[in-house]
C-alpha cells in the first residue's frame, strides 16, 4: 500500500537541471515546471540561482544552488565564495559537494572545515552535504554523513548525479541510521521514475533531486489503476549498487569493495536460482 | 468548437453520395476520436461478420482532438475490420496526413461502396472531390504521391496504396509522406477492394485551442520532458528505432529464424548503431515531432527510408539475413509496393521453416538474401511463390499442414520481440484487439526499458493489471491522436492537460482512463461478434513447449494460463473473455 499523496510528493522533491549544456530556456521551464506542479525547490548551478530565483519570486518553491559540484575538490574558501554569492543571489538551500579525496584519505579535519566554511558562508541557508556515495564504502558514508552532523549542515545527500551511480536504499538506508530521525536525507541521482523514488522514500529519504519528476508524480497518479505491478516485490540485486559496481568509473579499492559485497550477499543463492 | 473541427462525412464510392455524420458532444468526450471514436462509429454501422473487401464494409480516416496542435500531431488512424485478421483494426501512421486532413476541416472520413473505376479522394477546404485514378492504378506509392501532388497541390499529403493494396494482398499497407506507413492489418487491400487509390489532403484551417497561454506553456513543458528523456530525447534521435536491437538481443529475445532462437549472432552488423555508420544518410521527422525517429538511408544502388527496428528484425535475424543493404532495400520495396514489413518478413519466415521441415517443397531457405526482393515484389503482385506469401503466415502454414509454424495471433504476425523474454508481452500479444501486435500495450517499455516502472520481465506477478494499463492508455493515446513515443516521456496527467489546454474540457486520470477502457472493451465486443473467444487469445505453441538454450532468456516459457484469468478479472469480463453486463454498464456500452 502506498500512502503518499501527490502533493506531498511533490513537496519532496528538488526539481533539478544541473546539465553544463542547460540555458536560460530551460531553466525557465524547469521554474515553471515547479510552480505548476508545487516542487519543493528548484536546483540549478551557481550561474542561474538569480535567474531562477526571479523566475520564482512569490511563487513557494525555493531556489536550492550547488556549490563545489560536481567535484567537489576545490578549496574551502572557494566554495565558501560561491555559498555566499549564491545566497545572494537567492538561494535558500545550497547543496555542496565535499571534498571525497580527503575523506577516503581519513583527513577528517579537513573534511569537516570544508563543510563548516559552507555551512558558515550560507547562513541562513540550509546546507545538504553531497557525498557522492559511489566512490566511498559503506564505513567511508558513515563517517561523512557524521561530519556533516559535526558541522552543522542540515541534509546529507547521496550523490551530484555525475559519479559512477546515483541513489540506492542501501546507502539511504545506512546514512538516515547514522544522522538519526530528525536530521534530513536527501536522495539523487538515477531517480527516473516512482517506484524508484518510492523505494527511496521507503529507506528514509526526506528529498529527492531528480530531473524527471513531472514523470515520478505521473507514476503515483498511475499507481491506483495497477498497484499491483508497483508493489511488484523487487529482485534485490536490481537495486543494489554492487550490481553497478564499474571499474572504469570508481576508484579500483571501492569497485572490489562493492564486489566483495556481492560475493557475500545473502541474496546471491536466491537470486542465482532465480536466473537458473 | 475548440480541438475538433466538427465534421465527419460519409462518402459512398458506389453511389457518389457524401453525407455529414452527426457525432453528439458526449460520444466526442467518451471516445475522443481516431481509433477510440472511429471504432464506435464503425461499430455502429457494420456487423462484426461483414466481410472486409464486402462494398459495405465502411473503410475510416481518422483524425484525433489533438490532431494538428501540439507536438507529434500530424498522424491519422484508419480504422475497419481488417481482411488479415477479421478483428476490428485500426492502423496509425505519422507523416502530416493527419493534420492536412484536419487543415481540410474533417475530423474524419468514412468511406463505404465501391468505386465504377478507381478512382482519389481530394479533400480541401471542407469539400470532398472524387476524381478518377485510371491512371494511377498501377504505379508504386512515389509515383502515385507525385502524380497526385501534380494533379492537385504541390502542398497536398497523401495517403495511397501501390500494387499490393490494388491486388488486395490482406497485409497491404497505406503510405503516406513518401514512406510513413499504416502498416498493419491490410487496410491497403481495403482500399484496393473500394477502387480506391488514394486520399490526398490540403490543409488550411488551423484548430481553434480553447486554452491558447495554457497551451503555450504546455508545449513548454512538453519539449523539455521529451528533451529530458533518454528514449525520446537521446536515443531514438541519434540511432532511431533500430537502437532496440543490441538492447532486445542483449536479452535473449530477439527472435531469430522464425522465432527458434532468442540471440542473433550477427546483430551488432544490423543495429541501429550500424546504420548509423553505414547506411544513414539523415534523420528525418513527422510533423511537429522534435525526435525524429526516421531514418533516410542509402544503399549503394538505391536511397529510400528506414529500416526501423520491426523491419531491419523482420527481413534480418528473423530470416537469418545480415545483409544490411538488402534489409533496407527490402523495406525500400515494401514502402514502394504498400506492403506491410513486419507480416512480410513474418510470413517469409514461416516459408523457409516449411520448407527446412519438408512440409513445403520451395526454395525458401535461412540467410538467402539473394532472393529477398524478389519474393517482396512477387508479394506484392501476387505471380509466382509471392502468390502464397500473399496469404499470411497463417493461412500459408494452414495450407501446408503445419500452422504451429506461423507465429501469429489471431492472424496477425508477431513483432520483434519473443515473449519468452517479457511475460507481460506475452500476454499483451495474446490479449491485443488486433492480433499479433506490439503497440496494443508496448510492455518492453516496463520489463526492459523501466518506465514507468520496471519490472522483472520473467514473473507473471502484477502483469495482468499493468497490461490492461497499458492497453488502456495506448488507447487514449490514439483516440487522441499522437505518437506512441510521448509516452516515454509523459504520463496519463499531461495528456489530460494537453486535451484540456486544445479541447476546453478536464479529463481527470479517472476518466481518461475509464476512456481507454471503453474502447478497449468497445473492440472486444467486436471481436467477440466476429466470432472470437479465449480459445484466440493465444499464442503459438512454440512459446509454452520450447526453450532457448543460450541467451538471458534461456530456459523459459511463456506462462500465460497464469495471467489470462486475472487478466480478464481486470477487464471486467467473464472466464470466456466476454464482457459482463455489469462493466457494459459501468463503461456505458
Known amino acids: 500500500m502506498i500512502d503518499l499523496d501527490r502533493e506531498t510528493l511533490a513537496q519532496m522533491i528538488d526539481h533539478t537541471e544541473l546539465s553544463a549544456h542547460s540555458g536560460e530556456k530551460k531553466i525557465a521551464n524547469l521554474c515553471s515546471e515547479a510552480h505548476t506542479f508545487g516542487f519543493y525547490a528548484v536546483c540549478v548551478n551557481g550561474g542561474y540561482t538569480r535567474f531562477a530565483a526571479e523566475k520564482l519570486q512569490g511563487s513557494g518553491v525555493v531556489v536550492c544552488s550547488v556549490v563545489g559540484f560536481p567535484l567537489g575538490a576545490g578549496t574551502s574558501t572557494a566554495k565558501a565564495f560561491e555559498a555566499r554569492e549564491a545566497v545572494q543571489n537567492g538561494a535558500a538551500e545550497i547543496d555542496m559537494v565535499i571534498n571525497v579525496g580527503a575523506l577516503r584519505d581519513r583527513r577528517l579535519g579537513v573534511v569537516r572545515d570544508d563543510i563548516g566554511a559552507v555551512v558558515e558562508s550560507s547562513r541562513p541557508a540550509l546546507v545538504k552535504v553531497i557525498l557522492e556515495t559511489c566512490f566511498l564504502t559503506d564505513e567511508e558514508i558513515v563517517a561523512g554523513c557524521e561530519l556533516a552532523v559535526q558541522a552543522g549542515a542540515g541534509f546529507v545527500k547521496t550523490s551530484t548525479g555525475f559519479g559512477a551511480f546515483g541513489a540506492f536504499p542501501d546507502h539511504v538506508r545506512l546514512m538516515r541510521r547514522t544522522v538519526g530521525p530528525a536530521f534530513g536525507v536527501k536522495a539523487s541521482g538515477g531517480i527516473r521514475n516512482f517506484k524508484d523514488a518510492w523505494r527511496l522514500i521507503q529507506a528514509g529519504a526526506t528529498r529527492l533531486g531528480v530531473s524527471a519528476s513531472v514523470a515520478i508524480l505521473e507514476g503515483l497518479s498511475l499507481y491506483p489503476f495497477a498497484p499491483a505491478a508497483w508493489l511488484e516485490e523487487e529482485i534485490p540485486c536490481h537495486v543494489c549498487p554492487s550490481r553497478f559496481a564499474s571499474l572504469d568509473k570508481q576508484p579500483k579499492a571501492v569497485y572490489a569493495y562493492y564486489k566483495k559485497k556481492c560475493l557475500a550477499c545473502p541474496h546471491r543463492e536466491q537470486f542465482n536460482k532465480f536466473y537458473e | ?589
Open chain 2, 1 to 589: 468548437m475548440n480541438g475538433w473541427m466538427g465534421r465527419i462525412v460519409r462518402i459512398d464510392l458506389g453511389s457518389g453520395r457524401q453525407e455529414d455524420i452527426p457525432v453528439d458532444p458526449e460520444t466526442r468526450r467518451r471516445f475522443l476520436g481516431g481509433r477510440g471514436l472511429g471504432v464506435r462509429l464503425y461499430a455502429d454501422m457494420c456487423p462484426a461478420t461483414i466481410p472486409p473487401f464486402a462494398p459495405e464494409n465502411a473503410l475510416l480516416f481518422m483524425t484525433g482532438p489533438l490532431t494538428g496542435t501540439v507536438m507529434t500531431s500530424g498522424r491519422y488512424q484508419v480504422v475497419s475490420r481488417s481482411p488479415l485478421t477479421g478483428t476490428i483494426c485500426d492502423s496509425s501512421s505519422g507523416g502530416s496526413f493527419g493534420a492536412a486532413l484536419k487543415g481540410a476541416g474533417f475530423d474524419g472520413l468514412v468511406i463505404t461502396g465501391r468505386a465504377e473505376r478507381p478512382v482519389f479522394l481530394f479533400v480541401y477546404d471542407g469539400t470532398v472531390e472524387v476524381r478518377d485514378a485510371s491512371e494511377l492504378w498501377g504505379l508504386d506509392t512515389h509515383a502515385t504521391q507525385t502524380s497526385i501532388q501534380e494533379q492537385t497541390s504541390a502542398k497536398a499529403s497523401v495517403a495511397c496504396i501501390g500494387p499490393a493494396g490494388e491486388n488486395r494482398v490482406p497485409f497491404a499497407s497505406i503510405l503516406n509522406d513518401r514512406d510513413r506507413a499504416a502498416g498493419r492489418g491490410g487496410m491497403g487491400a481495403l482500399m484496393g477492394a473500394k477502387n480506391l487509390k488514394a486520399v490526398a489532403a490540403l490543409g488550411g484551417k488551423a484548430v481553434a485551442i480553447a486554452d491558447a497561454d495554457g497551451y503555450k506553456t504546455m508545449s513548454a513543458r512538453l519539449e523539455r520532458a521529451v528533451d529530458k528523456n533518454a528514449v525520446t530525447g537521446k536515443s531514438l534521435q541519434v540511432l532511431g528505432t533500430a537502437v532496440l536491437v543490441n538492447v532486445i538481443n542483449a536479452h535473449g529475445m530477439f527472435p531469430t529464424e522464425n522465432f527458434r532462437r532468442g540471440v542473433f549472432n550477427d546483430a551488432e552488423g544490423i543495429s541501429g548503431e550500424k546504420i548509423a555508420e553505414s547506411l544513414l544518410l539523415r534523420q528525418s521527422a513527422c510533423y511537429k515531432c522534435p525526435i525524429g525517429c526516421g531514418r533516410t538511408t542509402r544503399t549503394r544502388n538505391r536511397q529510400g527510408e528506414g529500416p526501423e527496428y520491426e523491419t531491419v528484425w523482420a527481413f534480418g535475424a528473423n530470416l537469418g539475413i545480415s545483409d544490411l543493404e538488402v534489409i533496407a532495400e527490402a523495406n525500400y520495396a515494401c514502402n514502394e509496393l504498400g506492403l506491410d514489413t513486419i507480416t512480410m518478413g513474418g510470413t517469409i519466415g514461416c516459408a523457409m521453416e516449411l520448407c527446412e521441415a519438408g512440409a513445403w517443397d520451395a526454395r525458401f531457405r535461412w540467410g538467402d538474401a539473394d532472393r529477398l526482393d524478389g519474393w517482396v515484389r512477387d508479394t506484392a503482385h501476387v505471380r509466382g511463390l509471392g502468390a502464397e506469401l500473399a496469404l499470411g503466415s497463417k493461412r500459408l502454414a494452414e495450407k501446408y499442414g503445419q500452422p504451429e509454424l506461423a507465429m501469429q495471433v489471431k492472424g496477425m504476425e508477431l513483432p520483434a520481440y519473443d515473449p519468452r523474454g517479457a511475460q507481460g508481452m506475452a500476454l499483451a500479444y495474446a490479449t491485443s484487439s488486433r492480433g499479433g501486435c506490439h503497440m496494443r500495450g508496448y510492455m518492453i517499455m516496463p520489463e526492459i526499458l523501466g518506465h514507468p516502472v520496471f519490472l522483472d520481465r520473467f514473473s507473471t506477478g502484477g502483469k495482468p493489471e499493468i497490461v490492461a494499463l497499458f492497453q488502456d492508455i495506448a488507447a487514449v493515446v490514439d483516440s487522441s491522436v499522437l505518437c506512441r513515443f510521448l509516452q516515454f516521456a509523459v504520463g496519463v496527467s499531461t495528456l489530460g492537460e494537453m486535451l484540456r489546454t486544445v479541447t476546453g474540457l478536464d479529463f481527470s486520470d479517472a476518466e481518461l482512463m475509464t476512456v481507454g477502457r471503453r474502447i478497449t472493451t468497445l473492440e472486444r465486443l467486436f471481436n467477440n461478434r466476429a466470432g472470437f473467444t479465449r480459445a484466440d487469445d493465444t499464442l503459438p505453441p512454440r512459446f509454452f513447449n520450447e526453450e532457448f538454450q543460450n541467451g538471458s532468456s534461456r530456459h523459459r516459457r511463456v506462462r500465460l494460463e497464469e495471467m489470462l484469468d486475472a487478466y480478464y478479472a481486470v477487464r471486467g469480463w467473464d472466464r470466456e473473455g466476454a464482457p459482463l453486463p455489469a462493466t457494459l454498464a459501468e463503461l456505458g456500452l
